[in-house]
């Protein structure tokens, strides 16, 4: 029974991720990591990976093929990459959950777990992505699944896996170095009398790390890129996480509520759950929170574990300056789960009641994946007032990250329009997805005639990236219709959006003339 239940648990994520994966355009970072993609692999250029910050085991996972696809072959080495990302991070983070929760428990434990995680709209959002996020969060999870058995059991099998997990893990992303003060934590307070050994091995699985890492960057040297020490020659892996530090430092626009900000706010990633979470979500990160600072002296290794990452994951978020979405901290989603379905189980003695919680859990999370479905990743909470009013809340990843082309397509045929005027926020080609659209650049293109419609992207609506904020104009005014969550239309026979138009076309910058 279990095992079956886990089939379809796995078909359940595949399926849902599929769907999005088939239904939506390349989002900003999966075009930039294809052409990092074709640097490396066409050019043997790994630079071009350190420069942006970025770790190499998604390039080398997810963009082997699809780098050697023709560039007028878009939406192919899209569609290659994403399959990959679903079967290789998207499956096994489910699984991880499941099997963690299996050991500690049992399998039915585990099977529920497994499909809270797997019907998280956040989860399925980005795991339909060949991105970062649900790779860095399922290598994660893996290396702290293997910090505690090799806490547990310290033995050379267990030393490997924990010292190979933390080097793909770190690999996926470089926030996953936080993974290092974990097993320090860990080690440290059960292996009070061993603190050299300890040390030594933190020491092993830092060199392996590196190592590994830097071998996927093909060993190479790069300018750091860094201030003071600009012009020189570093591991490239030292020069990514060095561009992260700049990175952090610097801060990026941010946009929460109304608000815009350089450096972002300390109660960013709270509030952005709050909205993006489902009810089954907010209450495991409430109790989650509340199990993880409560003192415990009893609890398993796995405990300790989980309740100093989520600890330390939730802090991080805090101080963080680059609040652009809740993907950043998409780990605290699972570590919640393995909290409290542990907390559950152990605190309830009648299987009745832990029976039918779960019942209650799981057909919550089912409606409100089901509801948004395959529009993931705009997915907000009834309390936000659902994905329609999401970009009122946030931008960016959080709603708007390009994915919505074929939906504009399909808007756009719908409404009949002839010559529409887009202001799109995203970087993937146009004609690749059949959209046909002048992109509003410029003041001097603010005539009524030829434009028919006119399609903003929230995240530009919202004036995120844009100086002067130019579609302010356009924010009272309610769209004609909508491609997706992302991208409002507004026909320009009505008085009100001419208004606007005329109104942005003041704001936007002009041009000498129409290209």
Known sequence: MTRAALIVIVAIVVVEAGWSAATTSAVLDEVTYLDVSRALYLHGDASRLSALGIAPLPIVL?????????????????????????ALAAVPLVLVV??????????????????????????????????????????????????????DRPTRPTFALLAGTTSLAVASKYSALALFIIVAVVMFTRFRSRIRGACAAIGVIAATTFVFVWALHRFALVPAAFPYIEHVNVPAPVAGVLFQLKHQREGHPSFLMGMHSGTGWWYFIPAALSVKSTPVELV???????????????GTTSDLVWRAAFILFGALALVGRVDIGIRYVLILIPLAVLLVTTW??????????????SAIALA?????AASVAPHYLSYFNTLAGGPANGFRYLADSNVDWGQDLPALRAAFERVGARRPLL?????????AYGVTADPWLSGDQA??????????SVTNLNGVYLSGDPFAPFRPVEPSTRAGYSIFLYSTARADVQRAIADASVRLPWSTGIR
């Open 284 to 298: 495991a990160l409430v109790a989650a929170t509340v199990i993880s600072l409560l003192p415990r002296r009893d």
């Open 98 to 151: 499941y099997y963690w929760l299996a050991m500690e428990i049992d399998a039915r434990a585990g099977a529920v777990g497994a499909a809270l995680v797997a019907l998280s709209p956040n989860v399925v959002a980005h795991g339909a992505l060949a991105t970062t996020d649900v790779l860095a969060t399922g290598c994660s999870l893996a290396a702290l699944a293997a910090l505690a058995q090799y806490v």
């Open 62 to 86: 997810w963009y082997g093929l699809p780098a050697l696809v023709a560039p007028e072959q878009f939406t192919k080495a899209i569609a290659l990459a994403r399959s990959a990302a679903i």
């Open 423 to 431: 202001s799109y926020f995203g970087s993937a080609p146009l004609n």
């Open 344 to 357: 559950v189980c152990g605190t309830f003695a009648r299987p009745r009641i832990v029976v039918a919680a």
């Open 364 to 368: 919550i999370q089912s409606v409100n």
């Open 447 to 456: 005539e009524l005639q030829p434009w028919d419609w006119v399609a903003i």
